[in-house]
Structure formats: structure tokens, C-alpha cells
């Protein structure tokens, strides 16, 4: 590694009444959070490209605003990591690595496809609540607030998916 490369990856100074390890901590999480993110996103694409069927159209849609907010919600994540001093976590095997949801390079029918997709939603929102604790003990509000405001995403996600799932 380079020194130049090895001295842009270092943290920056952040003046805060939030102690640095506490920082360090919650945006360790918070890097766990946005693998998981990123790998549901790559997920939730990979289906909305190659559904079929009769709710070809329903699961297609809702598809597409969910990636769409989960590449979003990527960014918001990162950056956040970054005003904590920390730097932002990059490639794509630690991503995998990190994540709570499996990268898969196949894709099952569409039943299964949004039972799947439910599923990991709830799963992240599980892998956040532990870092909102994290940031909550460290008095890190607004990391709190933004992961708190992202478990209701998931939930609402997989809400939405489970009610595709079931038979009308
Ligand atoms: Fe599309």
C-alpha cells in the first residue's frame, strides 16, 4: 500500500463532546450497517432485473424504490461514518464480509424472492438496533436518530414484501 492511499484511509480530527473511542465504535457499526445495506442492495437489484410472473409488475415496482432508497441510504451511512473522523469502509469483499445478508448469484422464484427479501430487511434492521444501543450509550444522537430512521425503512420493507407473499 502506498503511503499516500495508507494516510487518505487514517481518521480526521473531529472536536466533539463524544469521546473518540466512543466515535470509533459507533462507526465500526455503522460500517456493518452499510455492508449490509450494499449487499441488499445488490440483492434487491439482481431480483427486480430477473422476476417473472404473474407479479411480474408488482414485485418489479416495488423493487425498484427499494434499491433506490438502499443506494441512498448507502451514502447517508458512509457520510456519516466520515463525520465521525472515521473512514468510510470500501470494497466490495469486506462488504460481504460484513454483511448480515448474503450475496447470492442465483435467483429463486417469486414467492421466495420477496420472503427472501423480507427476511434480510428485518435482518438489518436487527444488526442497526444494536448500533443505535451503541450510539445511544455514547450519547451519539444523531447516529441514533439516522439508524433509527432506517430500522423503519427495513421494517416498512419487508412489510410491504410479506404482503405480496401472501395469497389474496
Ligand atoms: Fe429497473
Same mark, same amino acid.
Given at each position: 500500500?502506498?503511503?499516500?492511499?495508507?494516510?487518505?484511509?487514517?481518521?480526521?480530527?473531529?472536536?466533539?463532546?463524544?469521546?473518540?473511542?466512543?466515535?470509533?465504535?459507533?462507526?465500526?457499526?455503522?460500517?456493518?450497517?452499510?455492508?449490509?445495506?450494499?449487499?441488499?442492495?445488490?440483492?434487491?437489484?439482481?431480483?427486480?432485473?430477473?422476476?417473472?410472473?404473474?407479479?411480474?409488475?408488482?414485485?418489479?415496482?416495488?423493487?425498484? %424504490? /427499494?434499491? *433506490? !432508497?438502499?443506494?441512498? $441510504?448507502?451514502?447517508?451511512? #458512509?457520510?456519516?461514518?466520515?463525520?465521525?473522523? =472515521? +473512514?468510510?469502509?470500501?470494497?466490495?469483499?469486506?462488504?460481504?464480509?460484513?454483511?448480515?445478508?448474503?450475496?447470492?448469484?442465483?435467483?429463486?422464484?417469486?414467492?421466495?424472492?420477496?420472503?427472501?427479501?423480507?427476511?434480510?430487511?428485518?435482518?438489518?434492521?436487527?444488526?442497526?438496533?444494536?448500533?443505535?444501543?451503541?450510539? %445511544? /450509550?455514547? *450519547? !451519539?444522537?444523531?447516529? $441514533?436518530?439516522?439508524?433509527? #430512521?432506517?430500522?423503519?425503512?427495513?421494517?416498512? =420493507? +419487508?412489510?410491504?414484501?410479506?404482503?405480496?407473499?401472501?395469497?389474496?
Amino acid at each position: 500500500m502506498s503511503s499516500a492511499l495508507k494516510a487518505r484511509s487514517e481518521t480526521i480530527p473531529v472536536s466533539s463532546s463524544v469521546s473518540a473511542e466512543d466515535r470509533t465504535a459507533v462507526a465500526k457499526g455503522i460500517a456493518k450497517a452499510l455492508s449490509s445495506t450494499y449487499v441488499l442492495y445488490h440483492k434487491t437489484h439482481g431480483f427486480h432485473w430477473n422476476v417473472t410472473g404473474p407479479l411480474f409488475y408488482s414485485v418489479h415496482k416495488l423493487t425498484d %424504490d /427499494q434499491y *433506490q !432508497d438502499l443506494a441512498a $441510504a448507502v451514502d447517508d451511512l #458512509a457520510e456519516r461514518i466520515r463525520a465521525l473522523g =472515521a +473512514a468510510a469502509p470500501m470494497g466490495l469483499e469486506g462488504y460481504i464480509d460484513q454483511s448480515v445478508v448474503e450475496d447470492v448469484n442465483d435467483f429463486p422464484n417469486t414467492g421466495e424472492m420477496v420472503k427472501q427479501l423480507a427476511r434480510d430487511h428485518l435482518a438489518v434492521a436487527d444488526q442497526m438496533r444494536e448500533v443505535v444501543a451503541r450510539a %445511544d /450509550q455514547a *450519547q !451519539d444522537v444523531y447516529s $441514533a436518530d439516522l439508524l433509527t #430512521a432506517r430500522i423503519g425503512v427495513h421494517e416498512e =420493507a +419487508a412489510w410491504m414484501l410479506n404482503a405480496i407473499a401472501v395469497d389474496g
